[in-house]
């Protein structure tokens, strides 16, 4: 099951909830007390996904690992793959 699947699955499962409750459905006291927030949950959930989303890019974003020796191996490469273009005739500019 891939990932996106599996978010389709829970979105689902989700709206079916959402809907059976805010179209009256599903009656209980409770939910009449709580309608106003019962709306209003998916746009919650959206600025909390959000959040969480922001706040995994910028934490992986401060704590990405620098590769210093793979840094160093590819100009080396960059450097012998010029030096070979230019024994085979082609003009580079640098």
């Given at each position: 099951?891939?990932?996106?699947?599996?978010?389709?699955?829970?979105?689902?499962?989700?709206?079916?909830?959402?809907?059976?409750?805010?179209?009256r459905q599903v009656k209980h006291p409770l939910l009449d007390e709580?309608?106003?927030?019962?709306?209003?949950?998916?746009?919650?959930?959206?600025?909390?996904?959000?959040?969480?989303?922001?706040?995994?890019?910028?934490?992986?974003?401060?704590?990405?690992?620098?590769?210093?020796?793979?840094?160093?191996?590819?100009?080396?490469?960059?450097?012998?793959?010029?030096?070979?273009?230019?024994?085979?005739?082609?003009?580079?500019?640098?």
């Amino acid at each position: 099951m891939t990932k996106l699947f599996e978010w389709f699955m829970a979105a689902a499962c989700f709206f079916s909830v959402y809907f059976a409750i805010v179209l009256r459905q599903v009656k209980h006291p409770l939910l009449d007390e709580y309608m106003l927030e019962i709306q209003f949950s998916p746009l919650f959930l959206v600025l909390l996904f959000g959040i969480f989303s922001a706040t995994v890019v910028l934490y992986r974003t401060f704590t990405f690992n620098n590769c210093e020796e793979a840094a160093k191996e590819l100009m080396e490469q960059i450097k012998e793959a010029k030096a070979d273009l230019r024994s085979k005739g082609l003009v580079l500019s640098d």
